[in-house]
């Protein structure tokens, strides 16, 4: 019972982390205008995405223009991408893999060893989706707050940290999270289900010695 409600709450999370996985990569706050000293054109905002630059005037309206190549895009950029393409697909085969090797379900049959290797497979490519969303987030916010106290680099140029950042460092943190709990439940199976060790001479002996003592004192009891 325990290990189907840690197989519950592993794929859960896992599902968490895919939406958002998915958000992240599809939203375009990844860099935000910067507010600071002279640049004080607060009506105007600039978004920079992985696929697409965004102005919102004044809270009213919002102009998008997806990108026009892939190499007008900077080298943090241009790896996130690939990145959070890769995390996206590696989440979603996570969750299929979980769901198929769950005790709650009959996918791979009642063989509980089995499933629990389909369990601990999704969980380790869990962790490995959260260690790819890791490095293009903290890459870029790296960069992004590199650049910002950096005194060369033009104040119209110097970007803040988006909200899809943050979203994706908690995501990064779910999807982790989510996989160590599936290698847990894992663990949990390999316990219940591991045979117990007889030793045919120590029952021998064991009976022997019971032998014994009972004939002992039954020859003690005709004495008296």
């Not at 982390?17 to 958000?23: A, D, M, P, R, V």
């Not at 290797?117 to 903290?138: D, E, K, M, R, T």
């Not at 007889?198 to 020859?219: E, F, M």
Request: with cysteine.
């Amino acid at each position: 019972m325990a290990v189907a409600a840690l197989e519950i709450v592993g794929l859960c999370l896992g599902v968490i982390g895919l939406i958002g996985t998915t958000s992240v990569t599809g939203m375009p706050q990844w860099r935000v205008t910067a507010f600071i000293e002279s640049n004080i054109v607060v009506f105007e905002t600039i978004w920079e995405g992985l696929w697409m630059n965004c102005i919102r005037h004044a809270n009213i309206r919002m102009q998008c223009k997806v990108y026009d190549s892939l190499l007008a895009l900077t080298p943090d950029l241009q790896a996130a991408r690939g990145l959070m393409c890769v995390a996206v697909i590696l989440t979603l085969l996570a969750v299929l893999i979980a769901i198929v090797g769950m005790q709650c379900t009959q996918c791979a049959g009642d063989n509980e060893r089995m499933k629990g290797y389909i369990v601990l497979a999704a969980g380790i490519i869990f962790i490995l989706a959260g260690i790819l969303v890791l490095i293009p987030v903290s890459w870029t916010g790296n960069n992004i707050i590199r650049d910002f106290y950096n005194p060369l680099v033009n104040t119209a140029q110097k970007r803040e940290l988006g909200e899809a950042l943050y979203l994706g460092w908690a995501t990064a943190a779910v999807l982790i999270a989510g996989g160590a709990i599936l290698c847990c439940a894992c663990c949990c199976v390999k316990e219940e289900n591991r045979p117990y060790s007889y030793s045919p001479q120590l029952a021998t002996y064991t009976s022997h010695q019971i032998s014994r003592k009972t004939a002992s004192t039954y020859s003690k009891s005709q004495y008296v």
